[in-house]
Each structure stands twice: as C-alpha cells, then as structure tokens.
C-alpha cells in the first residue's frame, strides 16, 4: 500500500509568484486535505476536497485554492506569495468526505520558502 | 468546535509509561477525542481515537474519563523514536473536515 506523496520536497519562490505542490493520496482515500504549519505552530487546515470539489475551507484568502482529480490526487495553487506564506504545506488523505470520525493519513510535506 | 488543553511539554525516560493529559471540558456527546503525534521533520501520524469506551491499539492506548471531560494517552514503554508533539483533537461526525491541532504537547525521551 502506498501511502501519502507529496512533491516538490522543498522550493524558494520570490514574493509576488506563483506556487504549485502536488499531492497523492494514500491508495483507496477519495479526500484530500491542505494543511499549512509555520514554524513552531500546530498545522492549520486550509481546504478539504472531496470527489473533485471543495467541502470545506479554513480562513485562508481566495489566492489560496486547489484541485481535485479522477484519481484522487490534489494540487495546491497559492498566487501572489508572500513572505508569510513561507511554511511546511502538509497533504493528507482519508476516507469519507466530511466524516468527522475517519482518520487523516499525511504525507510528508513540502517546505515552501518565500523570499 | 470544543476546545483541548494540553500541557506544552512533558519528559520521560527510555522504557517508562508516559500518561499525556488532555482536558476538553466542553466535550460534546458525539464528539471523538483523537490523537496524533508528529516527530521531526515529519507529517502528523494518527495514533489512536476513541468515543466513550478505553482503546489500545499497537501504538497506545487511550483511557477516557467517565464524564468525558478529559482523557489520557498511554504510550505503554516510552522510546526514543516516541520523542515528537503530540496533538488531542476533538471531531464531530457530519461537521469536521478539518483538525484542528493546537499547539499540543511536546514528548522528550531521554536515555
């Protein structure tokens, strides 16, 4: 069994770009979840999708959004970085949609530096 | 969403139990407590939930108080590997996509 990819490992981008991280979830998960963690800080959800469309989001800004594919995987798309943006993103896949009880399986996240 | 408070940090040594404190007082009936941990330089690992009744798994187990109102991982022989932060989370079937971390308690291992 496969678990949770995520890809690129690290990336330094210049304040003003865009960013694309890519996910793939753990084999047999129909949801993916974002989450962002700054340094020292607990992970923040950022957006749920589930079946190709976003079911939930956390209080993150619109330049924050996302994607869904047949197969399950998921991009990350953050426009017009800036330097707070500069975290570890973080995937994880379960089962379930917005069941709150099934467990999140995360992969191993991807350091964004914004400089 | 109900709330957890957890103690920032906390120390074991090699091959001791280690009892990790959660409280949420306002701990709704349907709400599941879960636990993960994440260790350095790593995604967060899910360990263990439970709704009213103790869990044990192969990684911990997971005592909850009678009213709920708080409960108490056990990680049976602490080891070196167990060194991370380790989050309480309350979810609610039907309403919680997200996790929703805190800060959680950092777990040292000494030799």
């Known amino acids: 069994e496969t678990g949770v990819t995520q890809s690129p490992t690290h990336l330094i981008k210049t304040r003003g770009q865009q960013v694309t991280l890519r996910c793939s979830s753990q084999s047999g998960h129909n949801t993916v979840s974002w989450y962002q963690q700054a340094l020292g800080q607990g992970p923040q959800f950022i957006f749920q999708y589930y079946r190709e469309e976003e079911n939930g989001r956390g209080n993150f800004p619109p330049r924050f959004s996302g994607l869904q594919f047949p197969n399950y995987s998921s991009e990350l798309n953050v426009n017009a970085l800036e330097l707070d943006d500069s975290a570890l993103y973080l995937c994880?896949?379960?089962?379930?949609?917005?069941?709150?009880?099934?467990?999140?399986?995360f992969g191993p996240g991807t350091r964004l530096t914004v400089t | 969403d109900a709330k957890t408070t957890q103690p920032n940090s906390m120390e074991s040594n090699e091959e001791e139990p280690v009892h990790l404190p959660c409280n949420h007082s306002t701990i709704s009936g349907t709400d599941y407590i879960h636990w993960y941990r994440q260790l350095p330089s790593q995604g967060p690992e899910y360990v263990i939930h439970g709704l009213t009744s103790n869990v044990n798994n192969r990684m911990a187990s997971l005592a909850i108080a009678e009213d709920r109102k708080s409960s108490t991982l056990i990680l049976h022989r602490a080891t070196l590997r167990d060194a991370a932060v380790y989050y309480c989370i309350l979810r609610r079937p039907n309403s919680g996509y997200a996790l929703n971390f805190g800060k959680g308690t950092s777990l040292l291992v000494t030799p």
């Open positions: 994880a896949s379960s089962l379930g949609g917005g069941q709150g009880i099934y467990e999140q399986y």
